[in-house]
């Protein structure tokens, strides 16, 4: 018997097969906002893992690959910014890297850096779902 087939016969759901949730790393120093986050993920269908940093941004993706990155542009240590999409990029590939900041030359930054999309801070949960289910398609 498959992994899948025993973890969607132990959800009680025999013979199925379970499909796997796509998984979004969110980056974000603040933790009060990286849990608000990732509850609203979570109750949209997707597994996250939070990471406060750069540097447990890289740990995290050496671990897994993500189906999208949310990441905060102004983290306070390196890497951050430009230097850590590439160094996401070198270690992922090209997955989908969404800047979400409140700060309004974060933007240009991110354009530079060829991030692939945008999501200024505050938003509304509404913008962030439809964000991530669109570049989990």
């Known amino acids: 018997?498959?992994?899948?087939?025993?973890?969607?016969?132990?959800?009680?759901?025999?013979?199925?097969?379970?499909?796997?949730?796509p998984l979004v790393l969110v980056v974000d120093d603040d933790a009060d906002i990286a849990d608000s986050i990732g509850d609203v993920l979570r109750g949209g269908g997707y597994d996250v893992e939070q990471v406060g940093d750069g540097l447990?941004?890289?740990a995290a993706v050496a671990r897994a690959k993500p189906s999208v990155v949310l990441l905060d542009w102004r983290l306070?240590?390196?890497?951050?910014?430009?230097?850590?999409v590439r160094k996401l990029r070198d270690a992922c590939g090209h997955v989908p890297i969404v800047v979400l900041s409140a700060d309004p030359?974060?933007?240009?930054?991110?354009?530079?850096?060829?991030?692939?999309?945008?999501?200024?801070?505050p938003f509304d949960v509404r913008d962030l779902l439809s964000l991530v289910d669109e570049h989990c398609e």
């Open 56 to 58: 447990a941004a890289l």
């Open 76 to 84: 306070p240590s390196e890497p951050a910014g430009s230097p850590l």
């Open 105 to 121: 030359q974060s933007l240009a930054e991110a354009r530079e850096a060829h991030v692939s999309d945008y999501l200024p801070k």
């Open 1 to 21: 018997m498959a992994e899948d087939d025993r973890r969607a016969e132990s959800a009680g759901v025999p013979g199925e097969r379970v499909k796997k949730r």
